[in-house]
């Protein structure tokens, strides 16, 4: 294949970084110089104004203002107030989310809580696809709940597994692996049909793609605050219950930050009302500075065009690859409407691919056996980035020997 005759190429990636509206983004994100950071969707980048937020909190907030900080700096509202800013990217609304505890966490109080409301119906339906840590909590829920049981078909199966015993039906969005989304509308509103309720998981959604909660009827979501939210490592995840059932809900970790009263002191549990009930501990204030830090980046950025740059980057990606190699087999799907933000390639070598790719400076990650997985961070990735991270993964696939 002669040169000329690509048509992905870099002047062509430079002509998209030109047109592109999110290209101001890149420079609130401190991104180290010669390093094509394609990790986003396993730790995000750092946010530039993230020291100068920690050097507050160390001063003046804990520094100077000590307990008083609780109320005088606003940490007793943070995980309303990130909750609040998360639920826009996620289309819930105000009053629906709040981010305080793990990831982990979050799906076993989730789950648990939902469990609870459907005592009749003692199958948990998921996948065979979710992330492990998903199966081990909805495993560890049945454990604690005496008849509860976890279910897991092929994604394929699924519509016609939403059976009479299904309670919860438990997906992540986008599959860690490949990209692929679930049809969320579809799956949640089939879930109700058959009188069970929906918990997503959104770790590869928020943040990355639209998922439209309060439109779309979920009930319960839960995701993570350092993947694209940038929130830094180990950030807390974020909870979501939909406004009406969170007065069905009841907080399985019962605590006295989800008290209706918590400096009343008093012996009883009385829970707060809508999501506060579901904070159990005193808020991971330093993780919440982070996590803030990484979620005001997107206060002026449209769902809409993130999504439609992060398709645009997806398709370079691929397309770039293609022309270019015949090694390498494209794991997610080709459309890009039915795709994340993130594309995986299979390769039996892909463990050294990506390990020559790092040496280069362009950082993706292995998923054993055989992926070589990418993650598309459309705030602060240029075209450029991607197209020269296709180029050096095609390089890398043929210098195998
Ligand atoms: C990253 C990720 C998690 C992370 O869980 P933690 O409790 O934050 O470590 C959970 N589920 C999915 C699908 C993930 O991608």
Same mark, same amino acid.
């Given at each position: 294949?002669?040169? %000329? ?8 990636? @430079? ?24 990790? $986003? ?32 700096? $606003?940490?007793?509202?943070?995980? @309303? =107030? ?21 990831? %982990?966490?979050?799906? %076993? ?62 997906? %992540? ?21 058959? #009188? ?6 959104? /770790?590869?959604?928020? #943040?990355?793609?639209?998922?439209? /909660? @309060? ?8 995701? /993570? ?16 219950? =939909? ?29 707060? @009302? ?39 980057? $997806? ?18 799907? =080709? ?10 390639? =299979? ?27 990418? $993650? ?17 993964? /095609? ?7």
């Amino acid at each position: 294949m002669t040169q %000329t005759s690509l048509t992905w190429t870099r002047e062509r990636a @430079e002509e998209m970084d030109l047109e592109d509206p999110l290209a101001e983004k890149r420079a609130e994100f401190w991104i180290p110089e010669g390093t094509v950071y394609l990790g $986003g969707n396993s730790l995000g980048a750092l946010p530039a104004a993230l020291s100068g937020r920690l050097q507050a909190l160390a001063g003046d907030e804990w520094g100077r203002g000590l307990v008083a900080s609780w109320e005088g700096a $606003g940490w007793m509202q943070a995980p @309303e =107030r990130v909750g609040d800013k998360i639920a826009r990217l996620i289309g819930a609304g105000a009053g629906e989310v709040i981010a305080a505890d793990s990831t %982990t966490v979050g799906l %076993t109080q989730a789950l648990l809580a939902a469990v609870s409301a459907r005592r009749d119906r003692p199958t948990i339906l998921t996948s065979t696809t979710n992330f492990p840590t998903d199966l081990y909590a909805a495993t560890g829920v049945a454990a604690l709940c005496p008849g509860v049981a976890l279910r897991a078909v092929a994604p394929d199966d699924l519509p016609s597994a939403i059976g009479d015993d299904v309670g919860v039906l438990f997906l %992540t969005h986008v599959d860690y692996r490949t990209g692929a989304m679930f049809d969320l509308r579809g799956l949640t509103a089939a879930a109700h049909l058959a #009188g069970a309720l929906a918990l997503w998981d959104l /770790c590869h959604s928020a #943040g990355a793609v639209p998922v439209g /909660c @309060e439109e779309n009827g979920v009930d319960l979501a839960v995701g /993570c605050g350092y993947k694209y939210l940038n929130g830094g490592p180990g950030a807390p995840g974020f909870l979501y219950v =939909r406004r009406e059932l969170s007065k069905q809900l009841a907080n399985p970790i019962r605590g006295w930050l989800g008290h209706a009263a918590p400096f009343e002191f008093s012996a009883g549990w009385r829970p707060a @009302e809508g999501i506060r009930s579901f904070l159990t501990s005193s808020p991971p204030i330093l993780g919440l500075a982070g996590l803030e830090a990484g979620v005001d980046v997107f206060a002026d950025v449209g769902m809409a065009d993130l999504r439609s740059k992060s398709m645009r980057l $997806g398709e370079l990606f691929v397309e770039a690859v293609s022309e270019r190699s015949g090694e390498l087999e494209l794991a997610s799907p =080709r459309p890009a409407e039915e795709r994340g933000s993130q594309v995986s390639f =299979r390769h039996s070598r892909a463990a050294e691919i990506v390990e020559t790719l790092a040496g280069s400076g362009i950082v993706g990650d292995f998923r054993p056996p055989d992926l070589c997985r990418f $993650g598309l961070a459309p705030l602060y990735l240029r075209h450029v980035d991607v197209f020269d991270a296709a180029v050096g993964l /095609c390089e890398a696939a043929a210098a195998l020997d």
